[in-house]
């Protein structure tokens, strides 16, 4: 287990601690993937690609090329952003980008690396819970929660990372499957003990994972507006109602007792 996913078990997946992250503002207080710290997180998984090993520059540089990467590929598409495209963006001189990245393709790569790392944290906490049905739930919520922070890259890795080779292209979708199959054992799990009843597992899961995607995909359809000056407890709300349909209509699905 890297550093990380240490650090966070003990600060918000430890038995008896979990029940507290009970609202979008006590995740927020815990999540580790944000700000700096985010940025922080990127420079420490990729010392293979990034250049300078001078830590305050390259994630003051990181969260540049990030931030404009986002607002270029949603204008104009990442295929056809160039490093060049970046350096007008972020005001940066092209050796700036060259000792961070040394192709585009290595942006999404750390896209990827941290939605992989957020939806680890987010199982892993959920997981603590004591009842399958909990951990349904809680998996759901703290889903929502992480999908919120980082929409940007949740949203950027499901549709541009087919620019990527054929292998990396497999390892991002392995993201959506590793979800899916967690949903599925703990549906199995409880059809075993006879707490669920379902015949398909498998597409009750998928089902789950769908409406979770539609979550930070399109937001118009679930009534959610991406907007920067929306308060917390707005937020809140609109998770919540989500969040709830959700766990209704998984309920029908498996006809709980």
């Known amino acids: 287990m890297n550093s990380v996913l240490e650090n966070t078990s003990k600060k918000i997946g430890a038995p ?25 997180t990127v420079f420490n998984r990729n ?54 990245i040394s ?14 790392l957020s939806s680890e944290l987010t199982r892993q906490h959920a997981m603590q819970s004591d009842s399958l049905w909990t951990k349904i739930e809680q ?10 922070l980082l929409q940007p890259w949740y949203f950027f890795l499901y549709f541009e ?21 967690s949903f599925e054992a703990q549906i199995k799990s409880g059809v075993e003990s006879g707490e669920f009843h379902t ?15 539609d979550w930070y995909l399109k937001p118009w359809k679930t009534l959610s507006p991406w907007k920067a000056n929306i308060s917390i407890e707005q937020r809140e709300k609109q998770i919540n ?6 766990i209704e209509l ?3 699905l498996l006809a709980e007792n």
């Open 139 to 148: 998996s759901i919520r703290f889903h929502l929660y992480a999908s919120t």
């Open 199 to 213: 015949e398909d597992a498998r597409m009750v899961a998928n089902t789950i994972v769908v409406l979770l995607e």
């Open 47 to 100: 010392s293979e690609i990034v250049q300078t090993q001078k830590a305050r520059f390259a994630v003051a540089n990181l969260e540049k090329i990030l931030s404009a990467t986002f607002q270029v590929s949603a204008t104009s598409g990442f295929d056809r952003m160039s490093l060049r495209d970046l350096s007008r963006q972020t005001g940066m001189s092209m050796g700036s980008i060259y000792s961070c």
């Open 16 to 40: 008896g601690i979990v029940a507290e992250i009970n609202s979008l503002a006590h995740f927020i207080e815990n999540f580790p993937l944000q700000g700096e710290a985010l940025y922080a």
């Open 241 to 246: 109602n989500y969040s709830q349909s959700i």
């Open 103 to 116: 192709k585009k393709e290595d942006i999404a790569l750390m896209i990827a690396d941290i939605v992989r």
């Open 161 to 181: 990372t087919r620019c990527l080779p054929e292998a990396q292209q497999r390892e991002s979708k392995q993201i959506e499957l590793d979800g899916i199959k």
């Open 250 to 252: 998984v309920r029908k």
